[in-house]
């Protein structure tokens, strides 16, 4: 069993490894040291020479590890910033870009990603809407007249006239290998989500169908937007973990028991869980759930033991080594959190349980023991999203317990819906009428009294003071349980 407080020294020691790395990138952010930081590099090659000298001695090696990673850490982070500093060069310049999302309407904009040919950078371009900039679609090639600008926490954005900007042939030779797969899955996404109008739906019910299965959350209202948020099902517009271990699942049933372990078995669903990753834009929330399943899958062919919470750190070094500048994503932070959280405090909340053969054959027994994981799953990720929640967007979801034990089903019913689409598209129209009545109980919930506690704005410190908290109740729950204390 997880407990709070061996985790970090026998269970998961790739987490403190991961949590240096990411104390370093937080202060290669606030340091002003130019990339080509020659000591810090030498001093990291020093480190790393002088550590397998001290291999005997396991708390110094310890040391120098952690130390070594968090020196990583700044470098990447320095670098990162670096080259965002010289693309915002502050001068207006020609560029040739391409577009990488759908386009989203703003109330006098058209916003939509860009990929910068030169650079192979992602920054956020808000068009002046009108005909032209409503038309633009993923694997666009555009030309451009403007300056790129540093936004909020640390990405790019840039402003363009409509009379500063013209179509132009992509030019996808320029980008790297991975961000022309990308445009090209982007591209079927596009396919889809035309196939996805012709459905007839509502915008509301096309809204939530495009964002719950092909990521694409530009066509959501800001009202639909507030409903889920309000009732805190937003986590099921966002891709996660839920929607890919759902797709991983339907995927693995589909396969041979016995062959389930087998290479090529796992071969076809990381590469399937990596092509979904690709078509829905790669974004860190699925890109962490994609780098966990892809483990997971690797680990169950040895029939390891599947150390979650090291899957999860792992997950968020290679995230972090491929772009520090991850760790200051709303998305990553509650994404991982969630997780965490899950993995420290569920064994905690539900304790031992036996199992009895018969149980598995008994319908109500199957429900009600469902029903309580979905509880207290719930209640694990609140504990750790929660602070961070009010943190960044004011608000407590009231009824998140009662959300999540429909919104959890209902995704499950849509996804497995959209993918016998593909086989049955006369089933489209079950699909939407289960959208539709999913928004209705959604809204319903919205007006329930005090649905949600508004204008929280808590502090940097007492986001902190909350986690600490968190992690002492977790802590003596793991010594109560240790030392005989059951939950009734």
């Known amino acids: 069993m997880w407990s709070a407080d061996n985790l970090l020294a026998t269970r998961a ?161 320029q980008l790297s290998i991975v961000d022309r797969m990308r445009i090209t899955f982007l591209r079927w996404r596009h396919s889809l989500l035309e196939q996805y109008r012709l459905l007839g739906a509502s915008d509301d019910a096309y809204g939530v169908l495009a964002a719950m299965t092909l990521g694409d959350k530009s066509a959501l209202s800001r009202e639909l937007r507030d409903t889920y948020s309000v009732t805190g099902a937003s986590h099921v517009l966002a891709l996660s973990g839920l929607h890919l271990g759902i797709i991983y699942m339907l995927l693995s049933s589909l396969t041979f028991y016995e062959r389930r372990r087998s290479i090529v078995s796992q071969t076809v669903l990381i590469l399937s869980i990596w092509a979904f990753a690709l078509l829905v834009g790669l974004p860190v929330s699925v890109v962490r759930s994609a780098c966990m399943i892809s483990i997971f899958a690797l680990f169950s062919l040895g029939q390891r033991p599947h150390m979650s919470v090291n899957l999860l750190a792992l997950a968020a070094i290679i995230i ?128 329930l009294p005090m649905a949600s506690l508004e204008g929280l704005h808590p502090s940097v410190v007492q986001v902190l003071l909350c986690y600490v908290c968190v992690a002492a109740l977790l802590v003596i729950a793991s010594v109560l349980s240790r030392s005989g204390w059951q939950r009734s």
């Open 13 to 173: 020691p790739m987490l403190p490894i991961a949590l240096s790395m990411m104390g370093g990138i937080v202060i290669g952010i606030n340091t002003s040291l130019p990339y080509t930081a020659t000591p810090l590099w030498l001093c990291l090659a020093g480190l790393l020479v002088l550590q397998f000298f001290f291999k005997s001695r396991p708390l110094t090696h310890t040391f120098f590890i952690f130390l070594c990673t968090l020196l990583l850490g700044m470098l990447l982070a320095i670098r990162e910033q670096n080259r965002q500093q010289q693309a915002c060069s502050g001068q207006v310049e020609w560029m040739e870009a391409v577009v990488a999302s759908e386009p989203t309407e703003k109330a006098k904009t058209m916003s939509v990603e860009l990929l910068l040919c030169e650079t192979g950078q992602s920054t956020t371009c808000y068009f002046k809407k009108d005909e032209r900039s409503r038309t633009l679609k993923p694997g666009d090639g555009v030309q451009l007249l403007t300056r790129i600008e540093n936004g909020w926490h640390h990405t790019l954005h840039c402003y363009v006239a409509a009379d500063k900007w013209q179509r132009r042939p992509a030019a996808l030779q």
């Open 320 to 447: 972090l080594l491929l772009n520090p500048l991850a760790l200051y994503d709303i998305g990553f932070q509650l994404s991982f959190l969630s997780v965490f959280s899950i993995l420290l405090a569920l064994p905690l909340m539900e304790g031992k349980r036996t199992k009895k053969p018969e149980d598995s054959k008994n319908f109500w027994k199957i429900l009600i023991r469902w029903v309580k994981g979905s509880f207290w799953i719930s209640l694990a990720a609140q504990l750790g999203t929660a602070p961070l929640i009010a943190f960044y967007f004011g608000r407590f979801s009231t009824y998140f317990l009662l959300t999540n034990l429909i919104v959890i089903p209902a995704a499950y019913a849509i996804l497995c819906g959209a993918l016998l689409m593909i086989v049955l598209p006369q089933t489209g129209g079950l699909v939407v009428w289960t959208v539709e009545r999913l928004n209705d109980v959604l809204t319903g919930i919205t007006k």
